[in-house]
């Protein structure tokens, strides 16, 4: 009796190293411990024997039963462990399913970008009308009367009005100034806005030049500050949007709304200033002109410019997005073409 | 505008260590930006004298010879060349191998290489001048003439770039960036300011002693606001002799091409002073007389390439007793000209008006050097610069000349203006103290006259650059700051009051509209020009009678502007479709018509100008694209934060399919359209082989909450049960009249799906629903679910004569 008993627990613990699944484990279980087990025979088939051997070999069936009942345990704790969902092995290399599409144009992520960085220092966002007069345009902005850019062959008239002048005089803006002195008039300073959007020239298109595009123009007005301070908001900015420091300069530059006026240039970031064909091989590019407002301009606005002054800057979306993309034709922005919009998710 | 760094050094001693590279470094930071940097001499390497020994026929080429040269090296070289005016001894110009040369004046430049030509070496090349930019020197009759060195000092081996003075460095100027500067249009102006940078003196102009008691030239200005100066002179000797080979070097080295010496002259001086000048050949001047007047209506002029041009009574003309000889400051007439048998001149050195020439130069497409300089101002002081450096070169290249007649007509002289400006002033917009003798020696450097009384500057402008450019103290403070250079003020920080933070719900609103078109519903952002193609407007039925229009369009075709965004979307949808099936747009701008609108002041009346946004989803199944769209209209407000809009079929937008379109409402008011493209539009503008379901809302209409407003529901304590349902109903029966029915007995009621197929009836639809309901106060027994949803079924029986779908 205790040879077989031995043999039992000897194949039963075979059985149960042999498992290789959680079916097999539980028909294992019942052959094993079950009520038609063989251990389970055994104890069935005792009768004839005498009381002590029925001792003996009652404790020696138990002791067996809890011998497969641990390992049974330990064989399914190590099952479980390494038993995945799926029946079959799934191809891990084929792609994930796709989530929604779509993005916002790369001008307006730029303009975005230059909105947050723009209010944590609390300006203001302001946007003006695409349709705007002689007299905002160009009068309040202290350009003279005979100023080219004031010509057909420059600026896009409303037809029926070309021939007008001043208030009477429409165009399709050709720049952002304009809504500064309309800001003013309207909020009166101090003062610290932006006011992006599109605007419209009347040029010859390439690679370069575009008759339609955007603009992002900053203003405050204040008393007492002086027009370096320009300098730190520019330098702040071109950070937040490139994510490092940007080295800049301020040159000599006119328009006749400042006084005095300078373009902002930033470190060519194709060559890293070294010089290349974007930057025109002299490591600068032209991203921003600014100035201090003019006294005329305050003036048209409404403001005493002996008690008040301000700076302007002016930054090309365009020129900042291709510069941040490395994109190689402005006309692209316009075109609609999904093919382009769809690298910049 | 080109500037030679010789020609500058000839009017300011600069530093010895600057690099011509920095100087262009200062210059783009304080006066006005260089554009690019030549130097000269580069263009001219291994370009040297040879001298011909021998002209040799070619034996396997007709039109080819061989030349033995002496080029200095040494042992003569063989050149083979093609030459039409090759003569033993003759000098010439060599390019020997690794000299860079443009085949025959066309096309980028291309290396010399020691060649065979049709089997004999060839060392490098016998040059024409378009070869080796020498034209300018050695004008060639035709192109198979080579350079022929003859009358020229110099010998074998001399490198070409000394011969004509060519070791210099070049600096381009764009002259847009010169315009509010008529001062700095000649190189002793720009000499001046850097005199100011570098703290180094400027050298005066020459001086010539002109006898004044010489006989009147008669000069008779009618119009002296045009005309605030005329100086006449008449000289004797003089004639149409080549300049010296200096001054063809600054000529063509500015970019003007030299021709003879007096008309080389005027140029120089231009170039040099930047006052124009005029030589009319004294015979041609009728009387001996010159009036300046206005022109009268109609009347003709001459002009040297035989066109005639139309005068009006606005433009300034020279005339002579009779006629018109030349149209003020602009350009010379046929009569006018200095012709080879020219003996004497008459010199012109005026001033004209800067309005005059600007009216009158606009007729013309390519404005002349002259009437660019007089277009921005110039003062009339800066003519005895021009007279005074034109006499000193005509008595150094005319030694015989004389001078027979001189007048100076001055009816108007340019004022200095006069400007006071306080210290303190200065301090604050400068954003530092500047010292006082800094700011004295940069205000003296550039011309300016100052003198200091408490804390304030008593300042008086050079004439130069009183003509508009300096009028009041920010002028001052300008001129101060760049020529400090910006750059170095260090920058002050801006302070930020928290009172002032900023909330814009519109502009957000716009942000969240478009965020959530892109983002959580897939749509690009595309951006269209405001002109359209008249093409989409048709297309689109749009009505045009408020449409505004441009005077000068892109294109003909263009010229209205937008009052809708569907035309422009059309016309992306149509060119995105050669590469795209699928694909969801969206644009955001404004649009334009007619009316009343005054954003400003009173005065100011301009067309509505409103935002818009529209989208489109493309794609082949009208269904599901139309059903797309409307899920994007109706959750647009709760996602975006604002108003409810509603969905109701009122008006059919014309580019709308005649059964699948909705309005968009807000209070009642129609703010847009959502519809399937008809059949009619997606033909007239060629978008073929599918579907698109557009939008359009007027974005003003849409108003963003102040803040979140929904509120939060507590969260049932009892679940809720939820029970699909299919049910046939009659085809006329839709989905809100079903909704509708039972809308009052359930907690919620959702659409799941709709039918139609083999297994049901004709004129049935299946329609699947789901509802949720709940019991009040305990939870539901299978019962008491039985028994609610026996009774959904028997109100949805009676209201819509639905019958449940057996399986």
Known sequence: MKERLEEIKIKGLEKIANVKNQTELEEVRKDLTGKKSELSEVLKSMSTLSNDEKKV?????????????????????????????????????????????????????????????????????????????????????????????????????????????????????????????????????????????????????????????????????DKNISFSSGMVMIQAILEKVFGRKINTRMREGFFPFTEPGYEIDMECLVCGGKGCKVCNHNGWIEVMPGGVIHPNVLKSAGLDPDEWTGFYINIGLDRLVMMRYGVDDVRLFHSADLRFLKQFK | MKVSLNLIKKYVDLPKDLTDEQIAYDMTLRIVEVENVEK????????????????????????????????????????????????????????????????HGEGEPVKVEKVKMRGETSYGMICAASEVYLSDFFPAMDETEIVDLKGIDCKPGDNIADLIDMNDTVLEIDNKSLSNRPDLWGHYGIARELSAIYNVPLRELPKYKLDTNLPKYNVEIKDADKCSRYIAVEIDGIDTRKSPMWMKSLLSKAGQRPINAIVDITNYVMMAVGQPLHAFDKTHVGGEKIVVRNAKDNEELLLLDNNTIKLTSDDLVICDEKDAMALAGIRGGKKDSILPDTKGIVLEIANFSASTIRKTGKRFSEKTDAAIRYEKGIDTQRVDQGLNLALELIKEIFPDSK??????????????????????????????????????????????????????????????????????????MGDIARILSFNSFEAKPITITVEHAIKQNDILLNRRIREYLAYRCGFYEIYTYPWIDEKYIKAAQIDTTKSLKLATPPAPELSYLRSSLIPGMLEAISKNLRYYDTFKLFESSQVYYNGDYRPSTDDEILPIQENYLTGCIVGKNAKDIFYEAKGVIENMARYCHMDNIKLEQIEKPNWAD???????????????????????????????????????????KLTPYDSRTNQYERLPELPLVEKDLSILVDESINWKAIEDSIKSIVKEIEFVDEYRGNQIPEGKKSITLKVRIINEGSTMTSEQINEKMSNILKVLNKKCGAELRVE
């Not at chain 1, 345990?73 to 029946?87: P, Q, R």
């Not at chain 1, 309040?140 to 062959?153: E, G, I, T």
């Not at chain 2, 699948?660 to 997606?682: C, F, H, P, R, W």
């Open chain 2, 658 to 700: 005649v059964n699948a379109y909705l309005n968009i409402t807000k209070d009642n008011e129609i703010i847009g359209s959502l519809g399937l493209l008809s059949v009619q539009v997606m033909s007239s503008s060629k978008i073929k082989r599918t579907n698109v379901a557009m939008f359009e809302i007027n974005s003003c």
């Open chain 1, 57 to 221: 070999i009652g404790m020696l069936t138990t002791e067996i039963k809890t011998v497969f009942e641990n390992n049974l345990k330990v064989k399914e704790d190590k099952l479980i462990a390494t038993t995945s969902v799926l029946e079959e092995p799934i191809d891990l290399t084929i792609p994930g399913k796709k989530v929604s599409e779509g993005a916002l144009h790369p001008i307006t992520q730029m303009r975005y970008d230059l909105n947050d960085a723009f209010l944590s220092l609390g300006f203001e966002v302001y946007s003006e009308d695409d349709i705007s007069s002689e007299k905002y345009a160009f009068d309040n902005l202290n350009f003279s009367k005979d100023h080219p850019a004031r010509q057909s062959m420059d600026t896009y008239w409303l037809e029926g009005t070309e021939d007008k002048e001043g208030a009477e005089r429409l165009c399709l803006r050709p720049h952002l100034t304009g809504g500064s002195v309309r800001y003013l008039l309207k909020h009166g300073a101090p003062a610290r806005f932006v006011y992006p959007g599109g605007v419209y020239r009347n040029e010859t298109t390439d690679a370069r030049h575009e008759r339609a595009f955007d603009q992002y123009e900053a203003l405050i007005v």
């Open chain 2, 40 to 103: 000269m001499s580069s263009k001219y390497h291994d370009i040297v004298v040879g001298k011909i020994l021998e002209v040799k026929p070619h034996p396997n080429a007709d039109k080819l010879r061989i030349c033995i040269t002496d080029i200095g090296d040494g042992e003569p070289v063989q050149i083979v060349c093609g030459g039409s005016n090759l003569y033993e001894g003759e000098y010439v110009v060599v390019s020997k191998p690794g000299a860079m040369v443009v085949w």
């Open chain 2, 403 to 476: 001078i027979i007649k001189y007048v100076d007509v001055y009816p108007n002289e340019t004022p200095k203006n006069r400007i006071k400006v306080t210290e303190e002033f200065l301090n604050t917009r400068l954003g530092k103290k500047i010292a006082r003798e800094q700011i004295e020696q940069i205000l003296t450097s550039l011309g300016y006259e100052l003198s200091y009384h408490d804390g304030e500057y008593d300042i008086v402008v050079p004439t130069w650059r009183s003509t508009g450019d300096v009028t009041i103290k920010d002028d001052v």
